[in-house]
């Protein structure tokens, strides 16, 4: 698409919103931080911030804030804004809570000054209770829109939903779907039943989508069609959000979700099999892509105020492809040169398409090795965890199986015309040019960033090489091992007279092949 006319130059994203002030909730959440550290970093002369926040136990609503603002993810905007913290003022409550339970000082403080909503809070947890997720994502942006509504200049509401949400159809266009059942309708029916005639019910209600999170999203947009179309609304629907590209820090990440999981359980030598197709396409977004997206769009709402919602997607498959084929090599040679320091196996796993091999696997490659590991725990006194840990690997497999056995398609107009609409100076400050990302390189910096961000390790350089000891160490253990397993197989088949005359005959030929075709000794050798 052409590029703005130097006739008709917009305003650049920073100058836009100068002075705005920004209500966000799902500020604790991975892209919610970021969109905060983000905003106070590189626009300068934001006004300001309402953060909603929930105290957790013993600890306030302010206190999880302070600690957020002091995390190493906002290392370089506590650099470059030294004053950052002075544009942030929480305001307690919770989006189940009716008004998002905030004090009346504290709505009477947002509806006189905040300009624009952020709302990313929501549950995504897969497995969650069909009414918990209601009560989240559906009742809780209900309760942030009554709170919009109070607001006295509202000039942007900007809802994050997930590009997901239509993953039942063909493909995903950028319109909000009218779902099977209104969401209201179904949160009304729950509200009789008791827990497990809703849990029975729910995969009826489902309706081909693979979890509760996902279809809530969708009544939830549904929901907003219906009863907020008067308000400045854009959905934003990214898919898997990983590990930062560029910024703050290469290969920042913290949340186990998608590929992060997955490398991480990998690298320790967890994960020896899993369901996955290797030739499917893996559609994931960096966090500062992902972040400045969702900028960008508000941006784009103050400047041009549209007269209908706009929904846009955040995706990368129909822009610059990757798939599994190309990532786990990457990731397997990034653990080779830089291992975690402490692995339970040297680092491989097995894909597979057909869910009967994996389970077959599962069997012997993890849930036998993972008794016999914590029976022998038992016995040293000390506490079993293997088990644990592997069921947690496994109901993390079945609940990304969905995503990693199926293709997705979204249309990216939006994406597209939102792109060619910003300066090159803000392409580069506010970058999520998807053609941008070096999939090599990211998933490299991806291996880096769990050792460094997620496992807290050292990476030094006589760490790693240490690491790297450790790792051959266990390449050598497993190939002692399975030579071993080789002998005995074989000493006991000799045994058999007929085996050992299948045997003789197989490297009489093979030793035949190998005189007759020179290129196949060179291949062996090799």
């Not at 309402?50 to 603002?69: F, M, N, W």
């Not at 784009?300 to 084929?325: D, E, F, I, W």
């Not at 786990?328 to 398409?353: K, S």
């Not at 880096?448 to 760490?463: A, N, P, Q, R, V």
């Given at each position: 698409?052409?590029?703005?006319?130097?006739?008709?130059?917009?305003?650049?994203?920073?100058?836009?919103?100068a002075g705005?002030?920004?209500f966000?909730?799902?500020?604790?959440?991975?892209?919610?931080?970021?969109?905060?550290?983000?905003?106070?970093?590189?626009?300068?002369?934001?006004?300001?911030?309402?953060?909603?926040?929930?105290g957790?136990?013993?600890?306030?609503?302010?206190?999880?804030?302070?600690?957020?603002?002091s995390?190493?993810l906002?290392?370089?905007?506590?650099?470059?804004?030294?004053?950052?913290?002075?544009?942030?003022?929480?305001v307690?409550?919770?989006?189940?809570?009716?008004?998002?339970?905030?004090?009346?000082?504290?709505?009477?403080?947002?509806?006189?000054?905040?300009?624009?909503?952020i709302?990313?809070a929501?549950?995504?947890?897969?497995?969650?209770?069909?009414?918990?997720?209601?009560?989240s994502?559906?009742?809780?942006?209900?309760h942030?829109?009554?709170?919009?509504r109070?607001?006295?200049?509202?000039?942007a509401?900007?809802?994050?939903?997930t590009?997901?949400?239509?993953?039942?159809?063909?493909?995903?266009?950028?319109?909000?779907y009218?779902?099977?059942?209104?969401g209201q309708?179904?949160?009304?029916?729950?509200?009789?039943?008791?827990?497990?005639?809703?849990?029975?019910?729910?995969?009826?209600?489902?309706?081909?989508?693979p979890?509760t999170?996902?279809?809530?999203?969708?009544l939830?947009?549904?929901?907003?069609?219906e009863?907020?179309?008067d308000?400045?609304?854009?959905?934003?629907?990214?898919?898997?959000?990983?590990?930062?590209?560029?910024e703050?820090f290469?290969?920042?990440?913290?949340?186990?979700?998608?590929?992060i999981?997955?490398?991480?359980?990998?690298?320790?030598?967890?994960?020896r099999?899993?369901?996955?197709?290797?030739?499917i396409?893996?559609?994931?977004?960096?966090?500062d892509?992902?972040?400045?997206m969702?900028?960008?769009?508000?941006?784009?709402?103050?400047?041009?105020?549209?007269?209908?919602?706009?929904?846009?997607?955040?995706?990368?498959?129909?822009?610059?492809?990757?798939?599994?084929?190309?990532?786990?090599?990457v990731v397997?040679?990034?653990?080779?040169e830089?291992?975690?320091?402490?692995?339970?196996?040297?680092?491989?796993?097995?894909?597979?398409?057909?869910?009967?091999?994996y389970?077959i696997?599962?069997?012997?490659?993890?849930?036998?090795?993972?008794?016999?590991?914590?029976?022998?725990?038992?016995?040293?006194?000390?506490?079993?965890?293997?088990?644990?840990?592997?069921?947690?690997i496994?109901?993390?497999?079945?609940?990304?199986?969905y995503f990693?056995?199926?293709?997705?398609?979204?249309?990216m107009?939006?994406y597209?015309?939102?792109?060619?609409?910003?300066?090159?100076?803000?392409?580069?400050?506010?970058?999520?040019?998807?053609?941008?990302?070096?999939?090599?390189?990211?998933?490299r910096?991806?291996?880096?960033?769990?050792?460094?961000?997620?496992l807290?390790?050292?990476?030094?350089?006589?760490?790693?090489?240490?690491?790297?000891?450790?790792?051959?160490?266990?390449?050598?253990?497993?190939?002692?091992?399975?030579?071993c397993l080789?002998?005995a197989?074989?000493?006991?088949?000799?045994r058999?007279?007929?085996?050992?005359?299948?045997?003789?005959?197989?490297?009489?030929i093979?030793?035949?092949?190998?005189?007759?075709?020179?290129?196949l000794a060179?291949?062996f050798?090799?």
């Amino acid at each position: 698409m052409a590029s703005s006319s130097a006739d008709d130059i917009l305003p650049g994203i920073a100058e836009t919103l100068a002075g705005a002030h920004v209500f966000i909730t799902g500020a604790t959440g991975f892209l919610g931080k970021a969109v905060v550290e983000k905003l106070l970093r590189s626009v300068p002369d934001l006004g300001h911030l309402y953060v909603l926040a929930r105290g957790k136990r013993d600890v306030t609503a302010q206190e999880r804030i302070d600690k957020l603002l002091s995390e190493k993810l906002f290392e370089r905007c506590r650099e470059e804004q030294p004053d950052c913290r002075s544009k942030v003022t929480v305001v307690a409550g919770d989006i189940v809570d009716p008004c998002l339970g905030l004090s009346e000082s504290d709505i009477e403080l947002v509806a006189e000054n905040a300009t624009v909503v952020i709302h990313s809070a929501a549950t995504i947890r897969f497995t969650e209770h069909i009414k918990e997720t209601l009560r989240s994502n559906l009742q809780g942006t209900q309760h942030v829109v009554e709170v919009a509504r109070k607001m006295k200049n509202l000039k942007a509401f900007i809802h994050v939903s997930t590009a997901y949400v239509n993953s039942h159809k063909e493909e995903t266009n950028e319109c909000v779907y009218k779902p099977e059942i209104p969401g209201q309708q179904l949160m009304d029916m729950l509200e009789w039943m008791d827990e497990d005639w809703s849990r029975d019910l729910t995969p009826k209600l489902l309706y081909g989508r693979p979890n509760t999170y996902i279809l809530t999203k969708g009544l939830t947009e549904q929901w907003l069609v219906e009863n907020a179309s008067d308000l400045p609304i854009a959905i934003y629907r990214p898919s898997i959000i990983s590990a930062t590209m560029d910024e703050p820090f290469e290969g920042w990440c913290e949340s186990l979700n998608g590929p992060i999981g997955l490398i991480l359980s990998v690298g320790k030598g967890l994960l020896r099999t899993t369901l996955m197709d290797p030739n499917i396409g893996v559609d994931v977004i960096p966090l500062d892509l992902c972040t400045n997206m969702l900028i960008a769009i508000l941006w784009r709402a103050l400047l041009q105020k549209p007269s209908r919602l706009m929904v846009y997607h955040g995706c990368t498959s129909g822009v610059n492809p990757t798939n599994y084929k190309t990532l786990i090599p990457v990731v397997f040679e990034g653990l080779r040169e830089t291992p975690y320091d402490v692995i339970f196996a040297r680092p491989w796993a097995r894909l597979h398409v057909s869910p009967p091999m994996y389970y077959i696997e599962r069997v012997f490659f993890h849930l036998i090795p993972a008794y016999a590991y914590d029976t022998v725990m038992r016995l040293m006194g000390q506490k079993p965890r293997l088990v644990r840990i592997y069921k947690a690997i496994h109901a993390n497999t079945e609940q990304y199986a969905y995503f990693q056995m199926n293709e997705f398609k979204w249309q990216m107009d939006n994406y597209y015309s939102l792109l060619s609409m910003m300066s090159p100076e803000d392409r580069q400050t506010f970058n999520f040019d998807m053609m941008s990302i070096n999939w090599k390189k990211y998933w490299r910096d991806s291996v880096i960033g769990t050792k460094k961000f997620i496992l807290k390790e050292d990476l030094s350089k006589e760490s790693v090489e240490k690491a790297r000891k450790q790792y051959s160490t266990m390449r050598l253990r497993r190939i002692t091992w399975n030579f071993c397993l080789a002998l005995a197989a074989s000493r006991f088949l000799s045994r058999f007279k007929w085996i050992r005359s299948w045997w003789m005959n197989m490297m009489a030929i093979i030793q035949l092949s190998l005189q007759t075709f020179p290129i196949l000794a060179r291949i062996f050798l090799f």
